[in-house]
């Protein structure tokens, strides 16, 4: 086969592009052919785990990915239309030997992609380019195709222990017209409280706001309805349900770094000196109190998959990003799965009642939220580059595990480029509005001094 990806998609942490542009039915069938050839030991043939979410282009793509699969001899269990951690889920019961989730995420409807795993691990990185350049060979056989549901091993799984969420909870779910509609619907009726809908119909136009769930403008009618109805709490997914949102009885949005903490204040109650890793996007607060609690914080890079990994190797327990994607290694798998995390949030929820109370910490300090740039991904990472080289003369302690993140006298500020958008991303922190446009200030001059003109 000598057809090649568009150098666009082969992204950091998973596959993405524009389909019918960047991303074709050809580069699935591609794909399909190439993982298998990648994830053989021995030349045996590779069994493998593959579902889709609900976009439009998902189920062609779905299609194209297994016959390439099949053509290079693979043993294909097709799980259908799911979200990521279900398929991540029925990898780790299945123990295949690779997965692929075909879905765009929170991108735009035009979007799609593949996030893979090699035998429990995300393909990520170096090992992405290495697949699109894997050398093609033919097993003696043709693969084999069979179906699996795997929606009540997983409920049965992720609800195993509720017993501890109160009755009298009132609950508002947003699945986004994403891929855990229909499983949602399936999850509530084993949940005690009272649970109330939106947008469960999976429409991989997202009729009713973008499937970001981290970002509040996605959320008005979230908030609308925990108003209307007088909830404890709302609860959003993105397009694939591996990213949570939430919105709090004031209708208040929960960043995803106080979502960490929130979880991290259960975690290391149980399990002192505990590890929990957040990314470079987060509050100082979240490192801070972690310590104070008896935790172990770390900080490091922004990505699902470089996140997992930094967890198996320290042992760490819990994870957590800005981006809502949370994951749990106490009592869970280890992987960032938004309906699990709800679960567990509900059963704090039901013992704390009011969560705000958790989050008083992070009344010290004001900061942005994220802030996006729009920047094409040709040019994103050498302005960066640009922009580090710059800053390191100015400051002799930068944090450049990601970006880079400068802490000052006023406050920090972190700049770094997106791995999933053609953007570069913004956050300050500081303790009042005056240092807060400090630090705004002095990213708007590196930026521009590096040729990007920005309204910051």
């Known amino acids: 086969m000598k057809n090649k990806f568009h150098e666009s998609i082969l992204r950091a942490y998973d596959i993405r592009g524009v389909v019918g542009e960047t991303l074709t039915s050809k580069d699935a069938f591609n794909l399909g052919f190439k993982f298998s050839c990648f994830a053989r030991i021995k030349n045996k043939a590779p069994r493998v785990v593959v579902g889709y979410d609900g976009r439009l282009s998902s189920n062609l793509l779905n299609t194209k990915l297994i016959e390439g699969l099949l053509e290079a001899g693979s043993k294909v269990t097709s799980i259908g239309l799911c979200s990521s951690p279900m398929l991540y889920y029925a990898s780790k019961v299945m123990n295949s030997d690779g997965a692929i989730m075909i879905t765009g995420s929170h991108n735009p409807a035009n979007y799609n992609g593949f996030k893979m795993l090699i035998r429990g691990k995300s393909l990520y990185g170096r090992d992405i380019q290495k697949l699109a350049v894997q050398v093609e060979t033919k097993l003696n056989e043709k693969g084999t195709l069979c179906s699996y549901n795997i929606e009540d091993s997983y409920l049965s799984e992720i609800t195993k222990d509720t017993k501890n969420i109160n009755n009298t909870l009132k609950v508002v779910w947003d699945a986004g017209n994403g891929s855990t509609g229909n ?204 922009c580090i080289k710059v800053i390191k003369k100015k400051y002799s302690s930068v944090n450049i595990i990601d970006g880079m993140r400068v802490t000052t006298s006023k406050g920090w500020w972190l700049l770094r480029a997106s791995n999933t958008q053609p953007a570069l991303i913004v956050r300050c922190e500081a303790e009042n509005r005056k240092n807060l446009d400090i630090l705004l200030l002095e990213v708007k001059n590196l930026l521009e001094r590096c040729g990007v003109n920005t309204n910051l």
Request: with cysteine; net charge positive.
């Open 183 to 386: 499983i949602l619907k399936k999850m509530i009726k084993l949940l005690p409280g009272k649970h109330i809908l939106l947008n469960t119909e999976v429409d991989g136009t997202f009729p009713s706001h973008h499937p970001d769930p981290t970002e509040e403008k996605n959320l008005k009618q979230l908030k609308q309805k925990v108003f209307s109805c007088k909830a404890d709490i709302g609860i959003a997914f993105d397009g694939d349900g591996d990213r949570i949102g939430v919105i709090n009885n004031k209708k208040s949005f929960i960043t995803g770094d106080k979502l960490l903490f929130i979880f991290a204040s259960e975690v290391v109650k149980e399990n002192p000196g505990a590890i929990v890793i957040s990314d470079v996007k987060a509050s100082n607060v979240v490192f801070s109190e972690i310590k104070k609690l008896g935790g172990t914080p770390l900080m490091w890079k922004t990505g699902h998959s470089f996140i997992k990994e930094k967890m198996r190797q320290t042992g760490a327990l819990l994870a957590g990003e800005m981006s809502g994607h949370v994951f749990f290694a106490d009592k869970y798998f280890g992987f960032d799965d938004a309906m699990y995390a709800s679960i567990r949030l509900l059963k704090i929820l039901s013992k704390k009642k009011v969560i705000s109370n958790l989050l008083r910490p992070f009344s010290k300090l004001i900061s942005t939220p994220e802030i996006k740039i729009y920047c094409n991904d040709e040019a994103k990472f050498n302005i960066i580059k640009k």
